[in-house]
């Protein structure tokens, strides 16, 4: 209980202080006395209050009323009372003209909550505008949402949407979580993805080397491919001859070359799929012919397949793929066009990585003013440890040149 106690402490105090800018002096004054109630542990005394002000008549645009509810729910919600949270939250969710990243947060307590009390329709509706305000408003969506809503999609077996949220929880986890890579792998052994089943078992495995039941899903994958295999030579017979009709058939092929080392092939029955118009040259597909050239080295053809890809979406991590891969093919001015397009496009992943290679490229065409400015930003962001040794570079060489030129 008193471990229970001190996080109310913590989360109310730090909701007060979030909200003092915009809630009227009163109702700072109310949760302080609430707050003080906590600190003491009187609990009751707490409770009346927030649940006075809540059930009280306010107007529809009120922040006061939104803060209130909002904090009486998290407090409901510390004691496992999600029922009478739910009622709390659901009427500050219908407040008007509230700041976006008040209504953010919200949407994403509410959508858990949602999800824990059964309601798997509505956590996916109130999860789905949880992202788009986030997207809109350029702020930090958490991979703990994503991994919801890739949950509910597999339940319902919609597996393309299930797997494109597990990636993004994935992709956007500064760790790694059992659970989802769990999930990942279901969803592509549902949807017959063995080579990606196989990536992800194999890091499972990783994780967990003594685990049976890693072991053996790894196995299974194996003898999936090694029957699959044996089809492969039907599959090239049938290339040859045109005969293949199926976009699974192409892709099937491209990755079974991708799997046995040879990209050039992979990447050449992809480009003819998509010649033949068997292929459509969407994004998942640009993305599969991107990477087959990558592996093979070809770095112009991986950009121009890429840059197909961006003039579908919007998404900035393909312009940041694109830089990386200009940087990788020592192309530093166009690196830099590209990691400055995802940056305007709202790229936000990984904070201090893309300053930290906008510095390095800047450093490469000898543009040192604006290298120390990009990497005094990655510090700001974290990356002190990387970037002090390109400052540290930065100065000794702007210290030769000027002993050489006196």
Not at 76 to 94: T, V
Not at 203 to 210: A, C, E, F, S
Request: with cysteine; proline share 2%.
């Amino acid at each position: 209980m008193i471990k229970k106690l001190l996080s109310l402490s913590l989360f109310f105090s730090l909701s007060v202080t979030a909200a003092d800018q915009a809630i009227t002096q009163w109702v700072y004054n109310t949760l302080e006395r609430a707050q003080a109630n906590l600190d003491k542990g009187n609990l009751e005394a707490a409770e009346r209050i927030y649940y006075d002000y809540a059930n009280d008549t306010w107007s529809s645009r009120s922040y006061d009323h939104f803060v209130i509810l909002r904090t009486y729910a998290y407090f409901l919600l510390s004691f496992d009372r999600n029922d009478e949270a739910l009622k709390y939250l659901k009427q500050a969710s219908l407040k008007r003209d509230m700041p976006p990243y008040d209504i953010f947060e919200l949407y994403f307590t509410l959508g858990q909550v949602y999800y824990v009390t059964g309601d798997r329709d509505n956590a996916k509706k109130t999860l789905l505008k949880w992202v788009e305000i986030g997207e809109k408003n350029k702020l930090d969506l958490k991979p703990e949402g994503y991994a919801i809503l890739a949950t509910i999609y597999a339940q319902d077996e919609e597996w393309g949407n299930a797997l494109k949220y597990i990636t993004l929880a994935i992709d956007n986890s500064y760790r790694f979580v059992e659970d989802w890579a769990q999930l990942k792998f279901a969803i592509h052994t549902e949807r017959k993805e063995y080579l990606d089943a196989l990536e992800i078992s194999q890091d499972l495995v990783r994780y967990k080397p003594k685990n049976k039941q890693y072991i053996e899903q790894m196995a299974g994958i194996y003898n999936i491919i090694r029957f699959e295999e044996e089809s492969l030579a039907t599959l090239e017979f049938k290339l040859q001859q045109d005969l293949l009709t199926k976009p699974s058939e192409y892709i099937n092929l491209a990755n079974f070359y991708l799997y046995k080392g040879l990209p050039v092939d992979s990447s050449k029955v992809i480009e003819k799929g998509i010649k033949l118009k068997v292929l459509d040259s969407n994004i998942k597909n640009n993305e599969l012919l991107s990477n087959a050239y990558i592996i093979a080295k070809d770095f112009d053809n991986a950009v121009k397949s890429l840059v197909k890809v961006t003039q579908i979406t919007d998404d900035p991590k393909y312009d940041y793929r694109i830089g990386q891969i200009q940087l990788q093919n020592s192309k530093y001015s166009q690196a830099i066009k590209y990691f400055k397009i995802a940056r305007n496009k709202g790229w936000n992943r990984k904070p201090g990585s893309l300053e930290m290679l906008l510095g390095v490229c800047y450093i490469e065409v000898d543009d040192f003013k604006n290298a120390r400015l990009e990497l005094k930003k990655a510090i700001d962001l974290g990356k002190e440890s990387e970037a002090n040794p390109w400052l540290s570079y930065i100065e000794s060489t702007e210290g030769l040149r000027a002993d050489a030129s006196s």
